[in-house]
């Protein structure tokens, strides 16, 4: 299995300004994922981080609006950038780990934009 | 384009009920089927993972079933307790994970 943190838990932004979520994993994956879920549906992927790679984005989705940072085995960051109320959502981090790759998720982190 | 269907979108039972829960999905091509819950406010908890080569899994009062020629997945709940009641999701793997919309339970005491 994998254990999965995320910080900030929640958090509310001006619109215009920018968050960075960060996602900690207690072992060493070699892809990272990031998903949305908006308010009342279900997960959305973001993009796929790979150590040492750009990230590969979702159709509807882009580096300059959600920039993504994934410096090690262990650690990923995703940006928030220029926010707007559209954005609020819940973010998630996700990996597979284990016995046929089980999917694992982070707590998620809550994002209020006003 | 996977495409995840979820039917019911929402059940409510009285408690010690079966619960049947399906998902419904595109393209067979599967790598894997994964069942999760949600509870309100919370992340995503892993239920059952199940082989696009297993018929089936079980867990407990959980077992979930899996038809990849037809795309069609089910989640069975023996003896519905009131902590059962939460939002139960598929999502079908390929190259990557898919969501079904989900199915909201309400076991009644």
């Known amino acids: 299995s994998a254990v999965i943190s995320q910080k900030p838990s929640r958090d509310i932004c001006q619109r215009g300004t920018s968050l960075t979520i960060q996602c900690q994993v207690d072992?060493?994956?070699?892809?990272m994922f990031w998903y949305r879920q908006q308010p009342g549906q279900s997960l959305t992927l973001i993009a796929t981080?790979?150590?040492?790679?750009?990230?590969?984005?979702e159709s509807g989705f882009v580096i300059d609006k959600f920039p993504i940072s994934r410096p090690n085995l262990t650690f990923s960051t995703l940006t928030v950038s220029n926010m707007s109320p559209e954005d609020s959502s819940i973010y998630l981090c996700s990996v597979f780990s284990g016995v046929g790759e089980t999917q694992y998720f982070g707590p998620g982190t809550r994002l209020l934009v006003l | 384009k996977q495409e995840v269907t979820q039917i019911p979108a929402a059940l409510s039972v009285p408690e010690g009920e079966n619960l049947v829960l399906n998902c419904s999905f595109t393209d067979s091509a599967i790598y894997n089927l994964q069942w999760f819950r949600q509870d309100p406010g919370k992340g995503l908890t892993s239920l059952l993972l199940i082989q696009s080569s297993q018929r089936e899994q079980t867990s407990g009062r959980l077992n979930a079933s899996l038809d990849k020629s037809s795309g069609r997945s089910t989640l069975y709940i023996a003896a519905s307790q009131p902590g059962d009641s939460a939002t139960y999701l598929c999502a079908v793997r390929d190259y990557k994970l898919s969501f079904g919309a989900g199915t909201t339970v309400t076991v009644r005491a």
């Open positions: 072992s060493q994956v070699t892809m």
């Open positions: 981080a790979n150590q040492g790679s750009e990230a590969t984005y």
